[in-house]
């Protein structure tokens, strides 16, 4: 009776991770219902940039629960639901991102960033954020471990 006093209610959030050495993996985030930082649910970067080694994932095939070392996640792809929204008060870098395993992803940055640090050199050098978020599309994010990214260079505003 008591494990259920303290069990802490979250969901799932289907995702595609890529672990060193591993390769793909797919598998299942769990986050809180409410998030600790904004209104609404928790999301999957806030989870990814906690301070704890280990990230508790649910695999799908094996069905089989795993906590992976947030230092063996390249990066994590999932989709979300398209929210223009925000879009005015975000701003938006576009830029390609070089991975140490010769992957290249091009997107763009939409962060909510104070004017004065709102270079694409300072979200990178954010120092409590292991992990950044590119948006691939309107819907397709992917949160990419700094400790395995090469170079980013700035994309043109017209792509």
Not at 17 to 29: A, H, I, T
Not at 98 to 126: K, V
Not at 139 to 147: D, P
């Amino acid at each position: 009776m008591k494990a259920r006093i303290l069990k802490v209610p979250k969901t799932e959030k289907e995702v595609s991770l890529w672990v060193n050495p591993d390769g793909l993996v797919k598998g299942s985030l769990f986050l809180l219902e409410q998030s600790h930082e904004h209104a609404g649910q928790e999301e999957p970067i806030e989870v990814l940039n906690q301070d704890s080694p280990f990230v508790v994932v649910r695999l799908h095939k094996p069905e089989q629960l795993r906590f992976y070392n947030r230092t063996s996640l390249i990066r994590v792809e999932y989709e979300q639901e398209e929210n223009n929204d925000a879009l005015g008060e975000q701003t938006i870098i576009p830029c390609t991102i070089h991975l140490m395993d010769g992957s290249i992803l091009e997107g763009t940055i939409r962060e909510t960033l104070p004017p004065e640090r709102a270079r694409l050199f300072d979200y990178l050098n954010r120092e409590k954020a292991r992990f950044i978020r590119l948006y691939l599309s309107d819907t397709e994010v992917c949160l990419i471990n700094k400790a395995f990214i090469n170079y980013v260079s700035p994309s043109d505003e017209t792509h």
